[in-house]
């Protein structure tokens, strides 16, 4: 343990010299600032802007292809310029915040409420169905991803500490995962500025919705084929590639008691940054988190959900810092999610209690597979946004239709199961409960 602290401790002082300098990179892309307009010119196509960071006005010339009418003043956005024969050209103008009306509060709770559902239950933070629902509800893409892994680690936090206390986290295995996804994190956050720097809020949308389909399609499918398979056994098995990674004997080797695994500590590094890396990108992480302790390093999945809410509690400190100093955080969306899912991954993390370990996975593995086709239908639309294709807005129109009730099918079908196994789980406890009683009075 003493060992364990020192480590510890040696990363807080690397975080502590490096994190200012890290954070200092943090601003917005250079081609692409948040302020707001305060005037517009019609007739000479030009606008006052004003940057949020130097609050300095300067007349900006719009493309061709904005309309002057349809900028509305005062309202803060993001701006992405273009240059034009040497003169810096706004190209896009997206709204930095959505409307908020009854029916969307009411969307965001119901959201919120069962992402953290999801979050206690199965460990991956929800999030997979979080970004994608903001971004149907009308945030940018990158402001969903900022949004999300900023409500992420309080949330996290409060999953982690009632996991800890029904005996299923790792702090160990927690520790060194986060350790890498730290890593992952900075390298993912270069990334979408470099994205935004270069295509603007359409091209982050367009990568955004692009690897959450890739990687919800297979590591969805992964993992619900594996639950249909175990449904029947008696236990978890711990998979193949696991145990054949468990017997490389490469120093230093890491004892993780509560996952009962002894395994490289190279293994696990991979496993962290594609955690941090897609948390930063696309603010989820968990659902190749929980996968990867579960199919790379070996531990049980249950383990491995609970876990995870302790590196999404690390990483999601940290990327909330970096998000926040690029100005992208909405934070009545993080208020607002927050305050549903709180309630909510205590009701998750309470079900684990009366569940399988395959029903952990059937329940990740469903899910994933109906919110795929939800942003996959959207990538079409953002395509047009780009110019890459065109489309008709009638087809856009009913892509976007697809998309909604797509992501409405996940959140039912994922509070349906876990709401029936919850309450299958508890009968069951309180027969044996009674059945105990009824043996020890005979």
């Excluded at 709770?109 to 199965?122: H, M």
């Excluded at 999601?316 to 899912?341: E, F, P, Y």
Aim: some cysteine; aromatic content about 8%.
């Amino acid at each position: 343990m003493k060992k364990w602290l020192v480590i510890l401790l040696a990363a807080l002082f690397i975080l502590t010299v490096f994190a200012p300098a890290a954070l200092a990179e943090s601003a917005p892309p250079d081609n692409f600032k948040i302020g707001s307009f305060t005037q517009v010119n019609a007739p000479s196509h030009t606008a006052t802007f004003v940057p949020s960071d130097t609050g300095v006005a300067t007349e900006v010339t719009l493309d061709e292809s904005l309309k002057p009418e349809d900028i509305k003043l005062d309202d803060k956005v993001m701006v992405s310029f273009s240059n034009n024969n040497g003169t810096e050209v706004v190209s896009e103008i997206t709204a930095m915040f959505l409307g908020l009306t009854r029916d969307k509060l009411i969307a965001l709770l119901v959201v919120g409420l069962v992402g953290g559902l999801l979050s206690g239950f199965i460990g991956s933070g929800g999030a997979f169905v979080l970004t994608p629902a903001m971004m149907s509800l009308g945030a940018p893409g990158a402001v969903a991803v900022a949004s999300n892994m900023c409500h992420k680690f309080p949330k996290a936090m409060v999953g982690a500490y009632k996991r800890f206390r029904y005996g299923q986290v790792d702090i160990k295995l927690g520790l060194v995962i986060a350790g890498s996804s730290i890593v992952g994190v900075q390298v993912g956050f270069q990334i979408q500025k470099w994205i935004l720097d270069t295509w603007g809020s359409a091209g982050s949308d367009l990568y955004v919705s692009f690897v959450f389909v890739i990687i919800l399609v297979v590591v969805g499918g992964i993992v619900f084929k594996d639950a249909m398979g175990s449904k029947d056994a008696a236990e978890a098995k711990t998979p193949k590639l696991a145990l054949r990674l468990q017997k490389i004997k490469l120093p230093p080797m890491i004892h993780f008691k509560k996952a009962d695994v002894v395994i490289s500590a190279w293994v696990t590094l991979p496993v962290g940054f594609a955690t941090g890396l897609l948390a930063a990108t696309i603010a989820v992480g968990g659902f190749v988190g929980v996968p990867g302790m579960v199919y790379v390093v070996g531990a049980t999945a249950m383990v491995a959900s609970a876990t995870e809410l302790l590196v999404a509690f690390v990483m999601g400190m940290w990327g909330s810092a970096q998000w926040a100093l690029a100005g992208l955080v909405d934070i009545r969306l993080v208020l607002i999610i927050l305050a549903a899912s709180l309630f909510g991954v205590q009701l998750g993390a309470l079900g684990t209690t009366y569940v399988k370990d395959h029903t952990i996975k059937l329940v990740m593995g469903t899910v994933m597979l109906i919110v795929a086709v939800s942003r996959g239908v959207k990538v079409p639309v953002y395509m047009d946004h780009l110019g890459i294709i065109s489309i008709d807005k009638s087809l856009a129109g009913v892509l976007d239709t697809i998309s909604f009730w797509a992501l409405i099918a996940a959140l039912l079908v994922a509070g349906g199961i876990i709401t029936a196994a919850m309450i299958k789980g508890i009968v069951r406890a309180r027969v044996d409960e009674r059945e105990v009683t009824a043996a020890g009075n005979a």
